[in-house]
């Protein structure tokens, strides 16, 4: 073949140079375009916002009868010499051991025309008398319908004439990171002030079980508590709840409690004047990758059943063992997830759950009962049949050797516990690096019962022969059990 060299004429050149000029301009035009686009999206005040929605927030006066101290704590060490002329001189000068007065502050927002107010339950918490001033100056006493401990929300009213300005809970679950959100309170006790950032984080979680915190970098600081956090609509997405600092000042790390969590939380208060959430009666942990391993499940995912105490669960067929995949229709991602979704429904509604079990799954049917009187029951014994041993064996790190009636006594376990007991724990194996200590009780191996040495032996070469990597414990601290997976190698 024989190449040939392409000639191009003036009259196409001067087309393609035309062409590249059209096509710069249009990129120019889409960067203009693009640039006042991202300037739209920050507003240009957030006044008309803050007008809008300020008659509704309010500022949270709490009083506190406090007992005065009987001793001088604190000034001089206990059986000091001068004990005494320290007492008599704090008697004198605070009129013997009257109570005293303590005032706190903290901020909230109206929800109902009728006076329905959501705060922090930390900022009323023991309170004796609660004033709410409004941002018009008016001043009326509170009183509590209901509080919520566990996501730190309280629910409180006020009598009135007139209808109050008040604002409405939005969709927390569209709240995206980076979009805008406005801070309202009286921090500082400095009255009515405004902050403005965005969405930095969501799903953030501090301590609580039901924790779903929005994470801002809106200015928040003492006396923020309780106070709303809006998104640009006016809505209230959040309830401001901490901030994270090194020096009790605002560094950009505010969390609200987001308000779809709120929502729910008081509207039982309002019907009930406490929380009413479902309770499925198990107690789980994480699925870990060689947790996964040692049971066959393909995927890590769902939460783990280590105990099943009476309840709805156990009434189901829930056992020990079982990972939780599934719960009224929902996949189970972790049990953080499981534990919310399951708070969140009905209490006595009857839902299907999926488990994996013994290499298949299985789907249940458990009628929730409800939380709050769960934990106020006292958690049933565990059973099993006795079985002592007095031999000791050494096996994957542990000494270990069955539990006796001497041993229950001494270290104050049930009568009726059996498994076989860790004497010892080797500090350079795997067992010590997972948490496994002396004392432990080892109740279940390949989620079968173990109660003695040869049990333990034959799940081991039954894990072996079956080719797992791995042998999940059910271990038994305190009462409180948790699943250990093991290596077998070596």
């Not at 590249?20 to 120019?28: D, E, Q, T, V, Y």
């Not at 270990?400 to 724990?425: A, F, Q, W, Y």
Request: charged share 25%.
């Amino acid at each position: 073949m024989h190449s040939q060299a392409l000639a191009i004429s003036p009259q196409y050149g001067r087309a393609a140079t035309h062409a590249r000029a059209l096509w710069l301009g249009l990129l120019a035009t889409l960067f203009v375009l693009a640039q006042a686009a991202i300037a739209l999206a920050a507003p240009d005040s957030f006044a008309p916002l803050a007008e809008k929605v300020s008659p509704a927030v309010v500022n949270i006066t709490t009083t506190t009868l406090v007992e005065r101290r009987t001793a001088p704590q604190g000034i001089v060490p206990e059986g000091s010499p001068f004990e005494d002329f320290f007492r008599d001189f704090q008697d004198r000068n605070d009129n013997g051991n009257r109570p005293r007065r303590s005032n706190a502050l903290g901020s909230g927002f109206v929800i109902s025309e009728d006076g329905y107010v959501v705060t922090n339950n930390h900022v009323i918490d023991g309170a004796d008398e609660i004033s709410i001033e409004f941002f018009s100056g008016e001043e009326l006493p509170a009183e509590v319908v209901g509080t919520d401990p566990n996501t730190d929300i309280a629910l409180l009213k006020v009598k009135t004439n007139a209808p109050l300005p008040f604002v409405s809970f939005g969709d927390s679950d569209n709240a995206r990171v980076g979009d805008w959100v406005m801070a309202m309170g009286n921090p500082l006790g400095q009255g009515f002030s405004v902050s403005a950032g965005i969405v930095s984080a969501r799903n953030r979680a501090l301590s609580g079980t039901y924790d779903d915190y929005i994470q801002t970098d809106a200015a928040i600081n003492r006396g923020n508590s309780g106070g709303p956090l809006f998104n640009m609509d006016g809505e209230v997405v959040g309830v401001n709840t901490a901030i994270l600092s090194p020096n009790g000042g605002s560094i950009g790390i505010g969390f609200s409690m987001a308000s779809n969590v709120v929502g729910r939380v008081v509207d039982q208060l309002k019907e009930f004047g406490e929380t009413r959430r479902g309770w499925l009666g198990v107690r789980i942990q994480d699925v870990t990758d060689d947790v996964a391993e040692a049971i066959g499940l393909d995927k890590v995912a769902g939460a783990l059943v280590t105990d099943v105490p009476e309840g709805p669960s156990k009434e189901a067929g829930l056992k020990a063992g079982d990972v939780i995949l599934s719960f009224d229709g929902v996949d189970v991602k972790d049990t953080r997830a499981l534990v919310r979704q399951v708070g969140n429904t009905t209490v006595g509604k009857t839902v299907r759950v999926l488990v994996f079990r013994d290499g298949r799954t299985e789907t249940l049917k458990v009628t929730l009962g409800r939380r709050e009187e769960a934990e106020r029951a006292v958690p049933a014994a565990m059973g099993g049949d006795e079985k002592p041993g007095v031999t000791e064996k050494e096996v994957l790190g542990l000494t270990l050797t069955p539990l006796t009636d001497e041993m229950r006594s001494e270290m104050g376990l049930s009568d009726d516990l059996e498994g076989l007991i860790v004497l010892n724990v080797d500090e350079s194996t795997q067992a010590f690096e997972k948490g496994l200590r002396a004392g432990d009780v080892i109740t279940e191996a390949g989620q079968q019962k173990v109660t003695s040495l040869s049990d333990l032996s034959d799940r081991i070469d039954g894990a072996k022969e079956a080719g797992r990597k791995s042998l999940l414990l059910l271990v038994r601290r305190g009462g409180e059990p948790r699943f250990v997976a093991l290596g077998l190698d070596g």
